[in-house]
């Protein structure tokens, strides 16, 4: 893990999270746990050295969806003679694929947080003539390094990218339904079933990028220092003229100009003497600040001690923990329009005698004077500094992680009062029924082969499943037949594949009628019959070439012919 480029220039309020409770599974599914504070570090009376699960989060939910896969299609070469030759459908293409990639340009989430919604293009349809659909094109969304990956439903972890052009696969597109061409075998040699397209993986991510803040904020409560974060970047942290207003740390991203744009600011409650001894609300949040470079010291000029109370700070900090006393510190004089010259004059003077360094400046939060020269000054004496020397965080064992948990589990619900129906749930056992083609009755009968592979028949009348009974999968609903004796076939279906073979017989040399696919036509590249199945998917973008200026009419120029 490394700490996030700066290069972007994005404006950014973020929020934190933090995680009080032990830590996640995936820790502890290694067979050798990772160490998580492997060079040992000092820590202090409070245990509280440095908590890796303490940490700032820029946060952003997203779904993906993967493109489904084209249908497969059942089409027969038409020869001379020969009416219905060997299959000749095609697979359909299978779905684009969603990838993050890593990008170390981009310091935030924020370009993922406009825009939630991501899917990817569908594979196109297999046609005949042995032709496959087209696949469908993959999309790369961009991620700053650090950035980690959960299954917002499960929590699961799924992966973390760190390195420049990394490329991680959150939602898979579905594979292409076979056309009858990949159903022959020497038994079946005019199959007449195909399959639907798999449907692409659709899920929620939670996206969490890991920031460690450059500069954290020390003073009194009331200092100002929740102002001067507003005045330097996109945060918005909760402001009034009262101690204790801020009582979660803030983070914000520093967004004036090019000097002091990218600094990560943290802003922390406000410390009081005694803090050390875990008086007030800043002791426990003086963790936040632990992997800062450097420390921003707030210094309130209308109070009536600020040098006491500069001493105080720097006395407390010295108590609860020396490693982060001797943290560089930069000292601002806040409120300096409350003030006059005079006064300025001396309290700088007396602050640069009580610091013993002359990294000070005079501002005012409110009305943001000075605030962009601090940030510029901040940032350069910020990268100055060595990286800070810190135990890094834990390692995440990513060959434990995975989005996908694919198994052939099922379960079978039933409700008394509702005798002779069942549910059968299970990813894999709907994932099969989504891609049976039931206008075929050859690939109703392959489901019922695959309901009797995996086992589901058998489970079935173990439960008391008698023929007949109302079986439900996903969105299709069947008739129990088990051991395939009675494979039960809509008579619609029957008919229409009769419809077919009839129409065969008759149409030796002439051309076949035109029939829509969905009334039991095949497609067939000779008679156009894709054209409008095949073609121009939901979804699909509009290639130049098959835009044609007569079959449009643009809906403003409608409006007012209309
Ligand atoms: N006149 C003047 N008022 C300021 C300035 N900066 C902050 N204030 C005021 O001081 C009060 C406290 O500001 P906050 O930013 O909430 O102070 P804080 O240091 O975050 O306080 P805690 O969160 O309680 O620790 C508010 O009423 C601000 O408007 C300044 O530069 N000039
Ligand atoms: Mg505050």
Redesign the pocket.
Known sequence: FSPPQRSAHHAVGLHMATRETAPPSWYDTGSTPPDPTPTAPQQNQYGQRDDPEWKFFDTARMHVSGGDGGTGCVAFRREKGEPRGGPSGGSGGRGGSIYLVCDEGLNTLAPIRNRVHVRAAKGKNGLGKSKDGKKGKHVLVRVPPGTVVRDLKTNRLAGELRDHGQKFLVAKGGRGGRGNQAFMTNRMTSPKLAERGEPGVKRWLAVELRLVADVG?L????????????AASAAK???????????VPNLGVCDLGEEGAGLVLC?I??LIEGAAGGAGLGPAFLRHVQRCKVLLH?V?A?SETPIEDFHTINKELQLYDTFLAQKKQVVVL?????IDEERQEELMEALKQAAGHTRILS?????TKGVKELMGRLKKFVSAQPEADLPPPPEIDLSKAGLDYDCDDFEIISDPSYPGQWRVSGSYIEHIAQMTHWDYPQAVERFGRQLEALGISAELQTRGAEDGDLVMIDKFDFEFSPGLTNVYLPPELLEAEAARDGNDKDDEEEERPWRPFSKGGFLDEDVDEFVGFGELEDWEMLEDEDFDEEDFVYSDEEIWTA
């Open positions: 904020f003073g009194k409560p009331n200092a100002g220092k929740s102002t001067l974060l507003a942290p909760k402001i009034a003229n009262y101690p204790f207003t801020t009582v802003d409650p406000g707030v309130d209308t806040n409120k300096n329009d409350c501002i005012s939060a409110v009305t």
